[in-house]
Each structure stands twice: as structure tokens, then as C-alpha cells.
């Protein structure tokens, strides 16, 4: 097994065709480095998006009235019905479609308000606007998901002490519900991270597209998708770590005693047992 | 004439097509201890849980301290409360579930101070230091910061109790409060529950502590197949049950 | 939308080739041409390319500068249309939607002019590109495009390429399998790794893969067949016209050929350029 | 509400942007039917691939063993780090990298197997490993928080009965984490049914990329990308039904009543109160 | 000599700092019935848990049937036993727990047969025949369709008893199996374990049913922080308690 894995090692650093020497050229050149802080910036803010859009649709699409549940499903439809490629372009050329954007009485009623779809719309605003309102609908299936894992006793005891939906489902459901959101969250964000390779049909520039518009200029293909994919990698190591910590705070109080952090393991072997930290027996559930 | 705290008349809850509330009438008075008693699929809990609103009933009439549980009245037209009111009238109600329900990400502490902070919008110091009042009532000041999977069944129910009367309630609904509970503990908490009946607190119990009915109960109530067989004082009731059922039923029991 | 005056100029009536109006008038100076108010008023050209095809259009070493020969033709259409000239990238999936939108004036982005397009847009025609052939280094040979019958060629997709392949293929005895990559780099990953033996492209882009390659592609064969590349113009827009007379002004003043020769592809210079001007 | 859906639905209509007789003309056209297969073939196939794929991994990735554990976090972590799109250059371009793959022993042992990579791996064999490996890690992840879901007590209590931990795993806890499970796998079916769409760098027509080359050809971007997108939504309101069944079925025996299907809310309004289907009682939990 | 189902020597077990066994030795003979009673957090349940090997002992020795629990001995050397041997080992031992720990997703029936299928390779249909047999036993055969959800929490102990007994074990352990049953199913349900005593099942029964305990139970444990206070004959035990902790105790529960 090992063997295997140092074989695979040694054939991947020893053959040449992967031009090693051309992925250290490019690893830290100023467009992928520009990419990399645009894909940070996507994935932030339309993550941020997706996540306060999906708990809303999420709590809709699980409200008693119908029409409410209704409308959060219709969007659910919509929006993971259709490509995000068709989404980014739709907003970034809302304009062929409704050239000025208006708000006002329709059927001829006086306007309010009204501006030019291509002046209220840069290509940044459309790439989040794409990015971010399907994302939320994607998350508002996880987040249901999490809701219906907490046990309908929690809402009985919280309604019971006088607590309404809103605050049921802040205080009591969402927090316990955040053990099953969280790994398919982070699933999205690492998705994320990848799927902002789509805005570059609106051409902005982010991490693979800059790798992609250098390898159309010099076709080096091999060793500048190699540079991409190690940013990704770093990116979802770091989130991955984000991912293990935020777990095990979620996870406090819950029926399973929490893994050891790789610190802890650390110490457990370097220190001897009975000199265990403090905290240690607090942390583990039953 | 003070106005009853629970009035119950004829009120009836279906699920599908099981019938499990035929027709329930009941009448608490303020500062009264009315202890419900009956086999297993009596109906007990979900009576409760009506007067709760955690269930809709399906037909009767049901209100507390005067006012209808869930509807409203205006003229002879019923009105459906908003889920604000509902939540407000809840608020007053305190209930100990049967399954204790505590909340799993919180410490004991924080369930018992989570309502009082959140509903009432009592100062987080002056619920924290209730609370831990509270836990000390019920023996368990020295576990405030353990979590409920930390706890056994036992000191789980125990803070569920305390996590109610946070609320300072007018009228608490105990579903099997110590069916859970050690015999060593059940008499300290029976101890509260006696404080507080003292105190002039109207509760209703569901309970098989015979004991503690007959010494704290003002009514005994005997529920079987959805409907109230008989009620009465402990003494009347436990001694002199006047229909077959219950004495076939406390036959058993004692 | 809709100053629909000017709508007759294009129309898919192909070549509408007016030589006759301005051209005794001699070189048209900077800003004589006239163009559409609103673009006076805005004052600036966007144009939308894809930077992804060297020579003719891509990204220089700063990664923002676009550059190439299409670039600086438009570059040099604008000078005399009096505008600024501000060039956004886009992928091809954005351009065409992007010019119905306004978003973008016109698109120049080594479009070839075919008359189903021109149902579409209108073309400015301004070059005129051959195909080259491209192998392996120690790949198969070939010649003509008869010779592709029954072997693997990869090309990009969207190009006169794919046409020509697809065209060849109903007369080949064993027709060709074709590989239809998203992009030029696809087509030349699947050379590279032997899951294709022909590439075909624009003889200058031919020519530049086959030089960046390190001797791991040559060029064969001969260059075949033309095609006319065209500025893609929204239709109705009024600018189809006065971007032909700058093209024409360019050409009579040799800021055309200048260009051509500075991307070393002066083969695919014409000199009479049309409105709509595909060939069959 | 009702108003500003009729007056959008109005504007998409009456649009002359939308070209919709274009859009008929090429619903059904060969090349878009023949990407709808390729789509369904490569979605069916990837996830089936990647939910087994993902329940082994978190299975292994909860286990005691650490070695077992790690590997199964190494493979998540790879995989969900690394662009689909790198992924699928690198199965089905492999051949660059590596001309012949052979089975042997390394450093100069024989060689028991070897074989040309293009011929063995087609390109609708790389697109299958590129889809299905990926995949199989962001599966990994969402079936973990599933049988985190379930309470430590039914681990204990089917371990007290005799079953192994595979036994228990199988019968009683992914059972009842499907309800966790299914609404999010319902989000990367729906997404796979796009991400296919990646397909392309390998010359391959799934639907959107057939979409892609007739406009390439005739630059009628807007009709055909709502072709792509018509078809899409019909798949997806397919899948969504699918799932909505599933969740009910794996429902059953929850702590919640399952809501009435769109059919059974049909027959109570016409079908009056007292003569409801027999079945109704036992499907409502507590 | 027999050799004894159960015996425990110097048991230690611990949950990070806090010690919750601390030397627990314990002789079950087979068909003897052990009842452990003691306070809230003293560690009975954490003992049958053990001897059932859900957790791993820190310290001391623990053998079922003559068989080191988790371990195998080889001349003076201990193995740790493989997965499939520790659940082989736990199939031959029934348990009920506190909180019952109904798998959800199966009716009760579902309930009782998955195991006799799953793991002892019954045929289905023989399985369910003794299934409904079972539920019969402990009062439920027309709940065989109902889903725990569905269930009271008594009706739910009651499946668990039977799922365990459906595994035909050679040893039960019982934690608390009466403490969420109503009072008079009580009754029924300590018949049919008594039954199964009389039938020579050995069995562990941590109770607080001092009934049970004085009729049935052949030995009567008493344990207080994680050690056993006293042991002997319930008539020794309950009537004439040695220690002052065992008479304080047994002052408040009796
Ligand atoms: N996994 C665990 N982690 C930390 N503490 C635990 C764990 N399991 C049990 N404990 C603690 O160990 C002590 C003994 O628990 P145990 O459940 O064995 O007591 P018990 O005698 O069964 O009590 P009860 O009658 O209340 O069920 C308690 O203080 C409990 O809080
Ligand atoms: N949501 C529900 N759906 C279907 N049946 C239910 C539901 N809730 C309760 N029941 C059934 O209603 C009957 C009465 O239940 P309830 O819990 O009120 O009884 P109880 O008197 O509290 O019994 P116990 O003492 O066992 O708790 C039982 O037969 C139970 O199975
Ligand atoms: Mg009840
Ligand atoms: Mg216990």
C-alpha cells in the first residue's frame, strides 16, 4: 500500500511530460495569483449568499402555509433546474432581454424608477448574482435536510416554552441541525471554489481561466493545470481544516464523544495519560 | 365566582381515524392540583399536549384563565390565533414531557435559562442566576455546565423540570415527571412539586405516584379510552372508586 | 432598441458592396465617417473577444493586455471612427448574446462570415485565412483533405474546420473520426496523447501551435480553401456601414498591410471587403 | 404576487429575443436528443459510481482504524480538491502521461500486463471515472453527516444484538439516515446532470455541449441555450418527483407526519372527510 | 464445580478524569438472577454496558460463559478479539436498555425479527412466527404494524424486551426495563421475566422494583460510586443492611 503510493509518487515527480520546472514558473505569476484572489472573492460572497438564501427558502419550503412552501419550491426548481452557465449569461445580458430595468405600475402605470440593465449590472455584480441565488437553492435542500434531522420533540419543548417558529428554529433547530449541514456545506463551498470557473464566459478572469488563457498563449497545458489544480487543492486543505473545527464546536453536547484534533493526539502521545489536559473530560459526550 | 383556571368541555382529538380523545371535560380551579391517572393509550399525554396547543382539537372547547387556547372570540365568531399569540399563551403554560426533550447542544444551565432570555427578555445575569437557584432545587448545581448526553435519564428529567418553572408559569402540565427518575430522587422532586402546589401554583399531573395524589391532589382524575370515567377527591377516588373500570385499574396499580 | 431605418443595409441580402458612394474621396480622416449618434455620444467601442486563439487574439505576459492582429485592427478601425476602443474578454458562448444585448458594439475574433451566421449578425469581412495541417512529430501524413478519410483529427469547435471535416466526411469512404474540443488547447491535448493524429486550424494559428509546440508538432500538407474572417455586428445597429468604410480606409492607406505583416500574415490580406461577403 | 408572475411569464413570451420559433425547431433536433442520452447514460452511470463509492468511503472514513480512516480522508480530500475538469483531461489524456499502463513489478520486475491507454480507456470510460471518482467523494461526505444523523443508541443496540458493524450499518443506521442523505444526493444528481456538461473538453456531446456546437455554427445562442435549459428542467422536475417518493418512503416510521402527496391532496378535497383511504392513519407518525 | 456466567474481577472503567468503575468484582452463577440496585450515577448501567462489551474495560478481568470478554487468552498472553468474535459473543447475550433504543425505521415486528434473520440466519418466516409470539408475550401482538413513533413509551419497552428475548440469549442484562412502564404493565412484564428466571435464564437486572427484587432475585448488589458497597440474599440484603450507605438508601426508596 505504501509502496504503491510512493511508486505512484515517484512516477508522478520523475516523468516529464508534467514540466515540472514550467508548474514552479507559474505557480506564483501575477495572473494566477489575480485568479486566485477573484475565485476567493466569488466563493465568499456568493457562498455567503447561498447560505442566507438557502436557511430562508429552507424554512419556507417547510412552512404550514402553502403558498409559501410553494413559492421556495418553485425556486428550488428553477434554479437547480437550470444550467449556471445559462443563469451567469442570463444576468450579464439581462439587457438584450429588458434593456432598461424599471420598477413601477405595470400595464402602463407611472414608473418609479428605472435604469440601464448594462450600467446596474457589471460582470462581477452578474457573476454573484448567478452564482449566489443558485447556490441558494441548492442549500436550502441541505438545510431542510438538517432541519428534518433535528427530532420534532426539540420544536415541542421550544414551542412549549412559549418560543415562536423563528426563534424555535434560530435557537434550538438550526444549531443542533448544523452536524448534518455542515459536511454537504462544505462540499458546496469546495464545489464553489470550482464553479466560479464558469463566470469567465462573462470574462472575468479567475484562478482556471487565468491558467487557461496563459496555456492558450504558450500550450502548456499539462503543467498550468497542474498550478491550478495545486492552488484548488491548498484552497480545499485550508477549508477542509475550516471544516473539521467548525464539526467539532457543532458537535459539542452531541451523542458521540468528539474526535481528537490532531493537537490533541499530539499531546496525548508526548504527554503521558494521567497528565491529560484539563479539559479533556469535558469535551467527550457519552 | 373566580374564573376556572382549565375549563375542558367535550373536547375530542382524532388522529386518522384513531379517536384517542372521546369527549373530555374538566374544570381546574386556581391553585388547584388535579392529578390525571389511566392506563397506557389513555389518552393522557395528548390531553395535555391540547391544553398546550401542541395539538389542535378537533371539536369541544378548550380555554385557560378565560381565554380559548389557539382561537379567539368575537361575538359568536371563533377566530384562529396568529402563531405569535399562540406562542405568548404557551409562554404562561409550563410542560415537563414525559421524554424530558432537553435541548442537545445546550448545558444544562443554558436549557434552563434559554426561555426566560429569549421569550420574556429577562437580563442574561438575572436568568443565570435563577437558573442556577433552579438547578440547585432540583440537585443538580454541580452539573450546570454538563450537556444532556453527559446525563443520565434521571438528572436529564430533572433539569427538564427546573428548564419549566424558568417560565414562572400560571399553570404547569407534568407528563409522567418522575417515571424516569431514580425512587431515591423522586421523592425530592415530588418535594418541589409539593413547594409549589403550597405555593398556590394550579397544576395538572399526569402521574402513577399514587402517593403523591392522594397527599397533594385537591381532584384525582381517571382517564381510560379517551374519556374520563370518573374524578374526584384522592380519598373519594383511590378509596372508593365508584366505577368498575377504575377499580380494575387501581386494583393493579397499588 | 430599434432605429429601424438603417435595417436595410444588412438584411441577409449579402454583399451589399457599395463601392460607388464615398469612394473617390480620398482618405477618410479621423472622425469623417459617420456613425450612429448614440455611439457618438457614448464615445467609446466595446468590442468583445476571445483571447484564446494566438496569434490572432490573446492574452499578453501582464495577463490583462489583449493583443494580437485582431486587436489591433479594431484598434485601428476605431482611430477612425473617431472612438475609444476599449476591448473585454468574453468566451465565445457570451459574445453572440452579448452583442444582441449591446453590451458589446461589435465582436472581431477570427469569425469566419458564413451565410447561416449572417441569419444572425452581419459580418465585416477583413481577412481571409486557409487551413493548415498539423501531426505528431512521427505521426501519419497528409497531404489534402481527401487524406483526413479514416483518420483521427481534432478540431475546435465553432470552426470552418469542423464544417469542412464534417463535408468531407459524406465523401470519404471510411470517414474521419472527428473530435469536437471546446477549445484549440483540447484539440492539441488530444494530438499530444495520441487520442487524435490531425490537427486543423487557421494556417497562422497552425503555424503558432507548431511553433510554441518544441518540435513536437509540424506543420503537412499544403494549405487549402479559403474562408473570409468578418467584425461581427448586431444587426440594426447602424454600424455594419461605417465599419466597412474604415476598413476600406485602412487598406488604402496601408495601416492595413502594416498590421498584417507585424503578425507575419500577410497571405490572408484582401482587398476588397464586404458587408455580409460569404462564399459557398 | 400571482400579477408579477403573469406579467414575467408575458414578457418571456412576447420577447422576440427569445427567437421561440427557433427554440421549437431544434427541441427535438437529433444532435440535442442524442446529448440528452449521452447526459442520462453519464449521470446514471457517475452517480450510481459515486454513491456506492461514497458510502464505502464514510463507512471507511468512520472507522476505528486510522490507516483505513486516513486513506478514505486522503481520497476525499484529493478528489474534492482537484477541478472535475483536470480530473477529466487527465483520465482521458492519460495517454500523454503515461503512453502504456502495465501492471508489474516497479523498479525493473516484469511485467505481468500492459496495455496502450487510449485503447482502454475511451473517452465515455474517462468521463465516467472522471464523474464517478469525483463524485464519489463529495458522496463520501454527505453520507458520513447522514450516519452521523442517526443516534449513537441504534449503533449500540444493534451491536448488542449480535450484528457486526457492517450488519448495523447496512440494516439499521443508513436506513434511517437516508432521510438526511436523500435531499442533498437529490442536489448532486441535479448538479451532475450539468457538471456532465464538462464532458466537453473531452469532445464529448452531452446536451449542453451539442447545444453548443450548433450555435457555434449558426450563433443562435439564446434559443438554443433555452433548449438546453428546457430539457434540463424537465429532467430535474423528473428527478424532483423521484425524490419527493424517496423521502416519503424512507419517511416512514419518523418522528413527523409525512405530508400528503400531491394525489392524496387531491382525493381529500374531493373525496369528503370521514371516507378517507384506509391507510391514511398508519402513514401519520407521532 | 460450574463454571460461573458471569464473573468480574476488579473492574475498572473511565471517562477521561472521572473514574466511574473503580474495582467492581461480581460472581453470577447460571440461572442465578442478580439484582443491582444504587443510586443515580453510581455506574450500574456503565457495568452491564460492560459486561455486554460496548465499552472496553480500562483495568481488571471480565469473563461471560467462561469466555474473557474482548479478549482471548493464549497461554499467559491476551488477544483482542476481532470484530465478528466480540459480536458473535454479544449475540449470545440479550439486552434492554434504559431508553430503549427502537430501531425507527421497522415496525415493531420488523423490530424483533431483524436480528434472529440478520445474524443467527433464521428463516424469515420462523422468525416472525416466534415474533408475534413474543409481542403476544409482552401484551402487543395488535401493535405489530406500529412504528416506535407511534408507540407510547411503555408500548416501546416492551418491544425492546421482546427483541431481546428473540434472540434466544444465555444471558440478560436489564437496565431499568420497568422504570418507563406504567404501573400496571409492570406487573406483566416482571411475570415474564420472572418467567424466564424460573425457566433458568441467568439475568442482571439493575432495578428499582425492590418487589421484584425480594422474590426473584437470587442475589441482591448494592452499588455507590463505582464500587460495590454489599452484596447478598435479598431476605440478607433488604431486610438487615451492614452498611450505613446501603440503609440510607434503601430508607429512601423503601
Ligand atoms: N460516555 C460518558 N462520558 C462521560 N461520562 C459518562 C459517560 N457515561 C456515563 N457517564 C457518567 O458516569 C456516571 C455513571 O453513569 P451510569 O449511567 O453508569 O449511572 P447509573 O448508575 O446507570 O445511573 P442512572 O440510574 O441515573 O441511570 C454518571 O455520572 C454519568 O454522568
Ligand atoms: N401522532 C400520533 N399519531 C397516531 N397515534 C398517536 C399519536 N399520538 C398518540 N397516538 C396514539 O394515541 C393513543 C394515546 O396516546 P397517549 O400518548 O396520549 O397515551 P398515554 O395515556 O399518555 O399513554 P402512556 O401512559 O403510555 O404515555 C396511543 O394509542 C398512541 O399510540
Ligand atoms: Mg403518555
Ligand atoms: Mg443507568
Redesign the interface.
Known sequence: ?L?LVA?SID?IVS?P??EWDVVGDYLF???IL?GLVLTLELTVAAMAAGIVLGVLLAVMRLSPNPLVAG?SGFYI??F???????QL?FW????????EISIGV?FGGPEFFSIQ??SAITPFVAALLGLGLNEGA?MA??V???I??V????H??????????L?TMR??VL??AM??????T??ET??ML?TT?LV????T?EL?Y?A????????R??PL?IV??IW??A???VL?IGQYYLERH?G?????ELPLTPWQRFTRIVVPRHA?P?T??????? | MTEPMVRAEQVHKRFGRLAVLKGVSLTVMPGEVTCVIGPSGSGKSTFLRCVNHLEKIDAGRLSVDGQLVGYRQEGDKLYELREREVARNRAEIGMVFQHFNLFGHMTALQNVCAAPVQVLGIARQEAREHGIELLRRVGLEDKRDAYPSQLSGGQQQRVAIARALAMRPKLMLFDEPTSALDPELVGDVLAVMRGLAESGMTMIVVTHEMGFAREVADTVVFMDGGVIVEAGTPSELLANPREARTRDFLGKVL | AGCGSEDDESGGTATTSAPAETSGGGAAAAGTIAIPDALRGKGTLVVATDPTYAPNEFVDRDGTTIIGMDVDLIDAIGERLGLEVDVQRATFDAIIPGLAARRYDVGISSFTDTREREQTVDFVTYFRAGTSFYVREGGPDVTTLEDVCGEKVAVEKGTIQATDVQRQNRRCATPADLQVYPDQNGANLAIQSGRADIGMADSPVAAYIVKQSNGMFRLDGEPYGTAPYGIAIPKGSGLARPVLEAVRALMRDGTYMAILRRWGVEQGAIDNPKINGAID
Open positions: 500500500m509502496l511508486v512516477s516523468n511530460r508534467f505569476d501575477d495572473r489575480d413559492a426548481w428553477l437547480r433546474g437550470t444550467p449556471v452557465l445559462v449569461l450579464n445580458f439581462i439587457a438584450a432581454l429588458y434593456p405595470p440593465a448594462n441548492y435542500e441541505i431542510r435536510a438538517g428534518l434531522s427530532d420534532e420533540g426539540q415541542q419543548a421550544a414551542h412549549s416554552l412559549g418560543m415562536s417558529r426563534q435557537r434550538i444549531p443542533q452536524r448534518v449541514i455542515i459536511p454537504p462544505g462540499n469546495i464545489s470550482k470557473s469567465s464566459v462573462i470574462a478572469a482556471l487565468a487557461q488563457l496563459i496555456y492558450a498563449e504558450n500550450y497545458t499539462i493545470l491550478a489544480s484548488y487543492l484552497l480545499t486543505t477542509t457543532f459539542r453536547g452531541s451523542a458521540r491529560e484539563a479533556e473530560p469535558e469535551a467527550s459526550g457519552r
